[in-house]
């Protein structure tokens, strides 16, 4: 999924991101801590699990063939002469890969794949995505420690919200989940960009509390939603 289509299925505009920037300058204006944003289509390649699955569908297709193969037979003996006994098993093959064909290659739709990807491993794929972002972005970097990253995974239907060492040793980060699960709630209702501005705001709220802007106050993170395409 590019980012034009992925930015569309979440409702965020041209402006939404515009607004969102300015949002984030504003929030750190208060405070020494550093806000980042990031969204993507998908946190990992899940082709592993969606094979399987198709595999098992096609299995599963397989032996329920079995019980019906004499009335199978019979049917083929109705179209064809002098049909090969291998036939009928032959077709049963044919059937079960095309089965896992078909399904491996639809697998990638969404609610397919949330359907057969156990939540754990999609919620440990986004945290760790989520993660390697925080480190590749620098967000962990950041002069006193105190860098947070909002980071949203579309088909996963899951936001992580990962606050560095200075944060954390003053924030619970029980606080910081609250935020997160308020902001899957304004995606679960197409109010994407609106959720993230007042996350934004919040966030800034709650560090300017405790991190209040020093006389540096250094903007060491670009400002804004990155939005991560696939592979990136």
Request: aromatic share 8%; net charge negative.
């Amino acid at each position: 999924m590019n980012r034009t289509k992925l930015l569309g299925k979440m409702h965020i505009t041209a402006e939404d991101l515009s607004e969102i920037r300015s949002a984030v300058a504003d929030a750190e204006e208060k405070t020494s801590g550093e806000i980042a944003l990031a969204v993507t289509a998908e946190s990992a390649d899940y082709s592993f699990h969606e094979l399987r699955a198709a595999v098992l569908l096609g299995a599963a297709l397989f032996a329920a063939l079995i019980p019906v193969h004499t009335t199978v037979t019979k049917i083929v003996e109705n179209f064809f002469w002098a049909v090969p006994s291998w036939t009928t098993t032959a077709i049963y093959g044919f059937t079960a890969f095309l089965t896992i064909g078909v399904l491996f290659l639809f697998a990638n739709i969404p609610l397919l794949d949330r359907a057969i990807i156990p939540r754990r491993i999609r919620s440990r794929m986004v945290y760790n995505r989520a993660l390697r972002h925080f480190v590749e972005s620098g967000v962990y970097a950041t002069r006193d420690r105190t860098g947070i990253l909002v980071f949203l995974s579309w088909m996963e239907r899951e936001v992580r919200i990962i606050a560095d060492k200075g944060i954390s040793e003053k924030i619970d980060q029980a606080t910081w989940n609250t935020l997160a699960e308020t902001i899957a709630l304004g995606v679960r209702d197409g109010k994407t960009a609106a959720a993230l501005l007042e996350a934004v705001r919040e966030c800034g709220r709650i560090l300017a509390d405790h991190f209040p802007a020093d006389s540096i106050n250094e903007n060491e993170l670009a400002d804004g939603l990155v939005v991560l395409e696939k592979g990136e």
